[in-house]
């Protein structure tokens, strides 16, 4: 397989405003999410908690999906901490343990530059290896609060998704509107400015995939929804030839009509692909909901389904598995 | 390229005992040498201290080779902590903090089991891309001594070399004999038991590259000295194969007369390859002395070396890049 996925954890203090996030059972939870979903990846349960990320409402995490798009296309995995309160308990890749500040208090993530300085070495390094595509996907929670800041920093008018069916947009727009005025900025005022945008509103994770994404110079697939709209606004805002980039999601995703997916991606000019998965059929719940808008999106679910897609399994035989890894979590946990 | 450089780092408390290592200008700083020399590869001078590692009189880091063949063939680079005091500031994927302890006090290394997993789940996933080869250095001051502990508990009638040119191995034999004492084993007790003489008596670096070794299924050059040979020891009681393995070293490890790499690699089975390197012209003395028995090996000196041959360079260009390199830091240094 000439492609190698990437999944870079972050954190961001945003994810503990009540309400902002379902990525984890609680807001307190949320700070487990990137590397209990990581470690899931390579075992049976997490490590560092006793069981995988959910929403308070139970719905499993998408880490479920590129689990399973892993085990039937076997692509290779790394795990990157772009920069979280706690290492997973996994081999990974260190570029930082800085997590993005509350906006509202006061800027993000000073420590931007030296995040994008040590993840582009490292994007670097793999450029001189035989592989020929990253595929980056991203566990973040908050994140999509953190992206739609900064698309609205840069001028974009775009609602991001949210892994709610009903997507909090009123509270991602107050507590965006707080840190604007906190900055003393307008919308649209870091057009030209984009790394200023990351520094007031962004996150880890967006400042190590665009460093990496500036040192592999071969193809990158974004793997993720509306938080991959930002990163892909700021690679083009520094340059970048957005025509070695793709964005790959979930049709759960693009159908979000809380949010711009499609509209927002064709205005920063990069293509998507909507992995066409179905859940309606599962025999579980937790799964069945995706259909009604929980979760959507998240570890590189759609990216990691499109590599399964290109190793020849269908969208079909991903959801089938995902079912088989979520009867074997319900045993366990009936054991 | 196919082929892939890794640099695992590691610590062991034996480094401090007055005399045994000469991997740092004193036995305080050798705890900083393995995040320094990996930074010195990415960077014109390290991070972490404002100056290249040296031998207390003075002699350059091995990292001055891996460096100049970098430079020269443009291998991708990817430094693995295995278990250090400090995290190196470049990107580097991390297994562990857990270093070496005293084994004239206790077993050296509990956590050699969670290691080898670690590092095992990261070479199974490298084992999946494209790449052919992996090279695989190791910065590790003290680590000679531990190595030799390894194979005289797994009955090899070995000595280690030494980054000194009086290799002190009375002081190295007495530290051994004491943490066989404490042990309360004999030499060649634990042939068939190489995990125990891992536990007992072995270091981080050693459980990190057996682990990715066993992982990654395809070539593995051990790119190092008398290090390498305990890890091999290891490897072949551990029922790999070794005719997928390669030591790569330098010519000054081998012309060794107080060490035993050609006779225990032949005893254990392993083919070795020699960097033709020769500094006798240098310029520098810190360099010249190359030839008179100093530093000799680390870093995967001599692999980098083997990767740049292979890429069409010779030993004598490699030569003049250090050469060069030296120039460049004697003249930040004089202004």
Chains 1, 2 share one sequence.
């Not at 993530?109 to 996907?137: D, H, M, Q, S």
């Not at 008018?157 to 709610?164: E, G, K, M």
């Amino acid at each position: 397989m000439k492609s190698l996925f990437l999944l870079v954890l972050g954190n961001t203090e945003i994810s503990t405003v009540p309400g902002i996030s379902v990525a984890g059972a609680t807001p307190e939870l949320t700070k487990l999410t990137p590397p209990a979903d990581a470690e899931y990846l390579f075992h049976e349960k997490p490590l560092i908690i006793d069981a995988i990320p959910v929403t308070p409402e139970g719905h499993p995490t998408p880490a479920i999906i590129t689990k399973a798009a892993r085990e039937l296309a076997a692509f290779p995995i790394l795990v990157v901490r772009g920069g979280t309160y706690l290492a997973p308990l996994v081999p990974h890749v260190h570029i930082s343990d800085s997590i993005g500040r509350d906006f509202r208090r006061g800027p993000a993530l000073p420590e931007f530059g030296e995040i994008i300085k040590r993840a582009r070495l490292f994007g670097e390094e793999l450029n001189k290896t035989p592989v020929e595509e990253l595929v980056i996907g991203e566990s973040t929670p908050g994140g999509t609060t953190t992206a739609q800041a900064v698309l609205w920093a840069m001028g974009y008018d775009a609602r991001t998704s949210s892994a709610s069916p009903e997507n909090p947009q009123s509270l991602k727009e107050k507590v965006i509107g707080e840190g604007f005025k906190r900055a003393g900025i307008d919308r649209g005022e870091l057009r030209d400015n984009p790394l200023e945008a990351l520094r007031q509103f962004g996150d880890p994770m967006m400042a190590t995939v665009i460093g990496v994404s500036l040192g592999f110079r071969k193809k990158v697939v974004l793997a993720g929804g509306t938080q991959m709209l930002a990163v892909s606004a700021i690679l083009m805002a520094l340059g970048e030839d957005l025509s070695r980039f793709m964005i790959a999601t979930t049709r759960w995703v693009v159908k979000d009509r809380s949010a711009t997916f499609l509209e927002t991606a064709k205005e920063i000019g990069v293509v998507t692909y909507a992995a066409d998965l179905d859940f309606s059929k599962s025999e579980f719940k937790g799964l069945r909901d995706y259909e009604r808008g929980y979760v959507k999106e998240g570890v590189g679910a759609g990216g990691a389904t499109w590599l399964a897609v290109k190793a020849g399994f269908s969208p079909g035989e991903v959801s089938e598995k995902v079912e088989e890894l979520y009867r074997r979590l319900m045993e366990m946990k009936a054991s």
